[in-house]
DNA sequence: ATAGTTGTACCGA
DNA sequence: TCGGTACAACTAT
């Protein structure tokens, strides 16, 4: 299923129950190729995908919204990955955690392995890899564009504008 | 084996 | 404060 809730498209796959895979974009475009979504495609009416897409609309409102309930297809990944998104999802609506903080949380000292990580997270959002960011306090990077993670962070109110 | 990360710390100017 | 650089753990090739 495809979405658009602001600026940029938002594009979410789900398969049993599970949510397999969300990708953000500026481009309708790129999200149906990175998705294999083909423009023919009905909507979904899966009742996870559903339920996503009201929740994901109040996030864009500045409601505060818990993910947590969805569970995510990760059986294909590594163990590290794993850990690292789990870690993630922790970090509480409007705050923002280093690199480091969440190595340290699941006993690893690679901080930049934790970024390799989440540069790989296929749940952008539900996994709010946006709000870890460098020790010193810039943002780092960002795979779907950093303005897209200081959208997000002006939504949740941590940044300003 | 090697190169490339969404990083961190330390040093010198 | 800024730039260079050494180093860290992990992934992909």
Not at 30 to 41: D, F, M, Q, Y
Not at 63 to 89: C, G, I, M, N, P
Not at 100 to 125: C, D, H, M, T, Y
Request: proline share 3%.
């Amino acid at each position: 299923m495809i979405v658009k809730p602001d600026v940029f498209w938002l594009g979410l796959v789900a398969s049993q129950g599970k949510l397999v895979r969300v990708c953000l974009s500026y481009s309708e475009e790129s999200t149906r190729e990175n998705l294999g979504i083909k423009r023919s495609e009905k909507a979904s009416t899966s009742s996870l995908l559903q339920s996503l897409r009201w929740d994901l609309a109040d996030y864009w409102k500045g409601k505060r919204v818990d993910f947590s309930k969805y569970s995510l297809e990760l059986a294909s990944y590594s163990s590290f990955s794993k850990k690292v998104w789990a870690q993630t999802r922790l970090i509480p609506y409007g705050e923002v955690r280093s690199y480091k903080w969440v190595a340290e949380r699941i006993g690893s000292k690679g901080f930049q392995a934790v970024g390799k990580a989440l540069g790989n997270n296929p749940f952008p959002i539900i996994v709010p890899c946006h709000r870890v960011i460098k020790e010193d306090g810039e943002l780092g990077g960002f795979s779907s564009g950093l303005g897209i993670k200081r959208k997000l962070l002006k939504i949740e109110g941590f940044l300003n504008d």
